[in-house]
Nanobody
Framework: QVQLVESGGGLVQAGGSLTLSCQGP???????VGWFRQAAGKEREFVAA????????DYDDSAKGRFAISRDNAKDTVYLQMNSLKPEDTAVYYC???????????????WGQGTQVTVSS
C-alpha cells in the first residue's frame, strides 16, 4: 500500500503563491505522480504530472506558465509550485501515484486525502 500525504494548502489572495507537497513512501521514486483538483460542484480534473525520473512533465492548459511540478526523490516528495493564483484555482488538490506515467485519473492507483486551496479575490 502506498500512502500519500498532501500539505501546503491554505488561503491566499489572488496573485499570490502556494507550494503543495506530496509526501510518499521510500519507494516513491518508482512512481509517476499527478496532481488533480476538484472544485465544489465540479468533477475532479488534471493539473500536472511528472514521471518517475522527472524527465517528463505535463500541465493542463490552465496551469501552464503559472504552476510547476517537481520532485525530490531523496526526500520522497513531489511539489506543486503555484504562482499567480486565481479565484478559479480554488479547489481541493490531490496527489496521486502510479507505476505508469499518465495524465488520466484512472491511471493512478494511489491517492492522498487532499488539501484545500482557497484563493480570494
Amino acid at each position: 500500500q502506498v500512502q500519500l500525504v498532501e500539505s501546503g494548502g491554505g488561503l491566499v489572495q489572488a496573485g499570490g503563491s502556494l507550494t503543495l507537497s506530496c509526501q510518499g513512501p521510500r519507494t516513491f521514486r518508482n512512481y509517476a505522480v499527478g496532481w488533480f483538483r476538484q472544485a465544489a460542484g465540479k468533477e475532479r480534473e488534471f493539473v500536472a504530472a511528472i514521471s518517475w525520473i522527472a524527465g517528463v512533465k505535463d500541465y493542463d492548459d490552465s496551469a501552464k506558465g503559472r504552476f510547476a511540478i517537481s520532485r525530490d526523490n531523496a526526500k520522497d516528495t513531489v511539489y506543486l509550485q503555484m504562482n499567480s493564483l486565481k479565484p478559479e484555482d480554488t479547489a481541493v488538490y490531490y496527489c496521486a501515484a502510479g507505476l505508469r506515467y499518465t495524465i488520466m485519473q484512472n491511471g493512478y492507483d494511489y491517492w492522498g486525502q487532499g488539501t484545500q486551496v482557497t484563493v480570494s479575490s
